[in-house]
């Protein structure tokens, strides 16, 4: 530690060295920074300036943590504040599965229980995936058109699709943000609601909504997926090594009827954080007996050589051409198409989009994942035709 600076020195207008400074705290600092203005006033104005504006910066560092001092804390104790770049300001947060229960909080006396115990399952990432979450909405729009009963002097046609309706579907927005596939079943179910006429029974009108749902999906759905699965298998040939990412019920089916069918080929199942769905494609492709590989996202170029076709799943198809889907699918799209490898996307037409997205910041979706010990999976058995590749 230096000696303190005679007063003669001072008194002579010298400014001080930093290795003669004494490291204090913020008053100290201020105190120092106060004497030092002092001290410059036979000086010329640009170094009284100049020693003003030092005087304003250590005061200033003093309150933020005490100069070096408060630096090293937060650098011990984790990143400021002020330093975080947050670039996703402009996505509102999912409420946590906790607060979707208190009907104190969120007004939900009117919610329909199956819409609550959906709700949940949403923001605990319990049902994934386009398909999957649109059909079991409206399986449970179903439940609420079966217990539905319009209040008198009202009919279903004005009182089910806005006054009952909205608020069950504002429900599970609140969960989780609405998919397009699901933005077009609600289109499609407030569509056949206008078709139904006043004079009809409610009883009637009631069956006649379930069935048009039951004819949704098993239409736009369920048979949609089973002509992709056809057409898809056409390009798979005996000896590809097949690469898909994360999952998809559509590649999925793919991959196993063609399998079914007597083919013989190898998959690659590439998988990221924060669900790991690909664990779960894994599973059932061992199941069925295919030679399966597993990387993460950052191995892909160590299996690239090897691959020959790619299948995709999508969460939507924009009007543009462009492909909505999970984060990721982009890279590995690109670096496919470096490699002249052939990228096959699997999209049912209900999947089809009017929007176009000039950018992938405003699409993406905020959320709270929980635990990654939810989604740990069992270890596959030695005898199936598996290969672990691990990311060091």
Known sequence: MSSPRPASLLSQGRPATPSSAPAQGAQGSGQAAGGAVKANKGKSAKDQAKAEKAARRAAAKAAQ????GGDSASQAGGPSHADTLQPFLHLDLPLPSSSLSHSSKLNTANIHPSILRLALEYSEFKIVGANARCIAMLEAFKDIINSYTPPPQTSLTRHLPTTHLNPQIAHLIRARPLSVSMGTAIRFLKYEISLIEMEMP???AKSLLISKIDS???DRILLASRVIEQHAIEKINDGDVILTYARSSVVEGVLLEAKRQGKEFSVVVVDSRPLYEGKHLLHSLRLASIPTTYVLLPSLSLVLPRISLCLLGTHALLSNGSMFSRAGTAMVAMMLKEKGVPVVCCCETYKFSERIMLDSIVGNERAEFPSAARF??????LRSPLT?????
């Not at 943590?65 to 070096?68: D, F, P």
């Open 202 to 204: 409610l009883e009637e």
């Open 65 to 68: 943590g005490g100069g070096r």
């Open 388 to 392: 672990l590749t691990h990311d060091l």
């Open 376 to 381: 740990r999976f069992p270890r596959p058995a």
């Open 216 to 218: 949704f999906i098993r």
